[in-house]
Nanobody, 121 residues
Framework: VQLQASGGGLVQAGGSLRLSCAAS???????MGWFRQAPGKIREFVAG????????YAADSMKGRFAISRDNAKNMVYLQIDRLEPEDTAVYYC????????????????WGQGTQVTVSS
């Protein structure tokens, strides 16, 4: 599986972004997740979604402003981020799992290269 994240950029606090992740290869049945890593911090889970889209899972601190979705016909996964805060500044990664959707990065076998999100105050 190859993953290509895009959609990051420089935005003002309070704004919105939709990140995209294009998947190719053996994606059928895979769960997908978004993680982020801020400078000097460990990578953290943002949200995950199972193959059908019926199960969506977000980190407690991400609920309310982050929404994950997918379009299997297009092999795309999205992360909508609203009311952006400077603390959201990070590199955002998409990842694919052949197992369960969840918050542990050990569940995910394939990772994209990341897209930078910078939020100015």
């Amino acid at each position: 599986v190859q993953l290509q994240a895009s959609g990051g950029g420089l935005v003002q606090a309070g704004g919105s972004l939709r990140l995209s992740c294009a998947a190719s290869g053996r994606t059928f049945g895979s769960a997908m997740g978004w993680f982020r890593q801020a400078p000097g911090k460990i990578r953290e889970f943002v949200a995950g979604i199972n193959w059908s889209g019926g199960t969506r899972y977000a980190a407690d601190s991400m609920k309310g402003r982050f929404a994950i979705s997918r379009d299997n016909a297009k092999n795309m996964v999205y992360l909508q981020i609203d009311r952006l805060e400077p603390e959201d500044t990070a590199v955002y990664y998409c990842a694919a799992s052949y197992g369960y959707v969840g918050g542990s990065d050990s569940l995910y076998q394939h990772w994209g290269q990341g897209t930078q999100v910078t939020v100015s105050s």
